[in-house]
């Protein structure tokens, strides 16, 4: 129930009382005989504690995102959580996901839904379309999984307990589009380009494991496909060269 509608209902109940107190007390002070008294303070003391009530209610300002707590905005905060949100996300790009659509196919208006997989289970939150949706630099996702009946206060307890991953060959189903990669092309330059000439990434032995974004990717239509892990591959984190140097190629 909105604000405006917690006023109404409390002026209702205010009138209706006040009514009743009014029309007891003449009755009181003209019909009463023999001794017969009524004790109306607690009429009087509830109907009181509903006039402060309503007083504090139409003193208080609407909530907004510019509502603060003298330091920061509901916006801001929003805002800082969105930008800290995708930084854990661009860092677990194997884990994390986005998508305009729930498990069902229902959406909030203008708004999506990013996640991370969490070894306890997931981590999600809701943002606007707009300006968040190209911010967040994971996977997208026709529908997003089914939610796991996390709460707020769980999904940030998932997100405290993740670590640094220790750097793994990817294999080449798991690159996507929008994916952040560590390109290892060994000791040959390299560069990868797709079926319309568009470079993806380019690599060799001065950049090899260098942190790659992939703007462009089909599993389906990409250069070099049988190439990878041959000439080229790529990590999910930064591996070390002796990691680099002991793991062998096809």
């Known amino acids: 129930m909105d604000r405006e509608k917690v006023i109404n209902k409390v002026k209702a109940i205010v009138a209706d009382m006040q009514e009743e107190v009014d029309e007891w007390k003449d009755y009181s002070d003209s019909k009463l005989r023999g001794g017969l008294t009524c004790d109306c303070d607690w009429w009087y003391k509830t109907l009181q504690t509903l006039k402060n009530a309503l007083a504090v209610l139409k003193a208080q300002e609407p909530i907004t995102g510019e509502t603060s707590d003298g330091y920061h905005t509901f916006n801001e905060l929003y805002h800082h959580r969105a930008v800290l ?5 661009a860092n677990y790009p194997d884990r994390a ?4 659509k729930h498990h069902d196919g229902t959406m909030y208006e203008n708004m999506f839904i ?69 390109l290892d092309a060994g000791t040959k330059f390299l560069k990868l380009v797709d079926d319309d000439g568009v ?48 793991t062998l190629w096809e």
Not at 97 to 100: C, E, F, G, L, Y
Not at 143 to 163: F, V
Request: net charge negative; with cysteine; aromatic share 12%.
């Open 199 to 246: 470079v993806l990434a380019i690599g060799g032995s001065e950049r090899a494991g260098a942190k790659c974004f992939i703007t462009v990717w089909d599993v389906n239509v990409a250069a070099m496909n049988d190439e990878y892990n041959v000439t080229w591959r790529a990590w999910s984190e930064r591996p070390t060269k002796e990691q680099r140097e002991g």
């Open 114 to 182: 990013v996640g991370i997989d969490t070894p306890d289970g997931q981590a999600t939150y809701h943002y606007d379309v707009d300006p968040y949706w190209d911010m967040f630099k994971c996977r997208v996702l026709d529908n997003a999984p089914e939610w796991d009946g996390h709460t707020p206060a769980q999904a940030i307890e998932r997100i405290g307990k993740l670590k640094a991953q220790e750097p793994r060959l990817l294999t080449l189903d798991e690159i996507h589009d929008s994916m952040v990669v560590y």
């Open 85 to 89: 949100f995708s930084v854990i996300v």
């Open 97 to 100: 996901w986005k998508s305009k």
